[in-house]
Nanobody, 127 residues
């Protein structure tokens, strides 16, 4: 089973940028579809973005489309989430998730589809 560790969270002003990283250990990140989710205080966890294990396919929540970019570097066992034009409503704990897949292009937006999770990293956007 792969282990995931997120980093890169912090406090940023509205309109600013952050890049989150998700580092995998335990086994190669190849053939692991990966996603980012977030959970704001008092709210349910929600999908943010996902990427196929080859990096050929991505999908985004409507709320972040055009502002966030998910990417991966399998040679480094790392997935990234570049977040631009941040808004106060992006404030949340951000989680990385992964699942093994044989599909070159599949992405997954349901948290039930994933069986490996990181511990989360806090992102706070001030107005």
């Amino acid at each position: 089973q792969v282990q995931l560790v997120e980093s890169g969270g912090g406090l940023v002003q509205a309109g600013g940028s952050l890049r989150l990283s998700c580092a995998a250990s335990g086994r190669t990140f190849n053939k692991y579809g990966t996603g980012w989710f977030r959970q704001a205080a008092g709210k349910e966890r929600e999908f943010v973005a996902a990427i196929s294990w080859t990096g050929s396919t991505t999908q985004y929540a409507d709320s972040v489309k055009g502002r966030f970019t998910i990417s991966r570097a399998n040679a480094r066992n790392t997935v990234y989430l570049q977040m631009n034009s941040l808004k106060p409503e992006d404030t949340a704990v951000y989680y990385c998730a992964a699942r093994y897949t044989d599909s070159y292009s599949a992405t997954y937006r349901s948290s039930d589809d994933y069986n490996a999770w990181g511990q989360g990293t806090q992102v706070t956007v001030s107005s």
